[in-house]
């Protein structure tokens, strides 16, 4: 579980305050490479699967490396429940089904750093 915490921790990109090299580039592993798109549709299902399982872990997963490594709070999601966070990740990529779900990762955790300093 560490390796897979150090690994997401690897893929935080997006600003500058975030792990990346010299030019602001970084690599996403796993399905974070995945479109808002393919969130969307897995989504849609009734019997979502394992493809929306992996999606919604690779979220939370994200989020935690981030609280571990560089957040400056025990949780930069403290009193929102995992289904909130899920719930933002829909909005977002239904409005932007462009992005990766990196992306939108990285943009639920710059919205819950604003809002929560």
Known sequence: M???????????G?????????????????VGTSSCGHWVQSHL????????????????GFVTAFNAYKS?????????????????????CAAHPLTDLSGATVALVDELQTHQR
């Open 45 to 60: 299902l009734t019997d979502q699967g394992a493809t929306a399982f992996q999606l919604d872990a690779w979220v939370t």
């Open 72 to 92: 400056d709070r025990k949780d930069v999601a403290e009193g929102i429940d995992t289904d909130g966070l899920l719930a933002w990740i829909d909005s977002y």
């Open 2 to 12: 560490r390796l897979v915490a150090i690994g997401l921790i690897c893929s935080l």
């Open 14 to 30: 997006g600003s500058s305050a975030w792990a990346a090299d010299r030019h602001g580039d970084y690599m996403v592993r796993g």
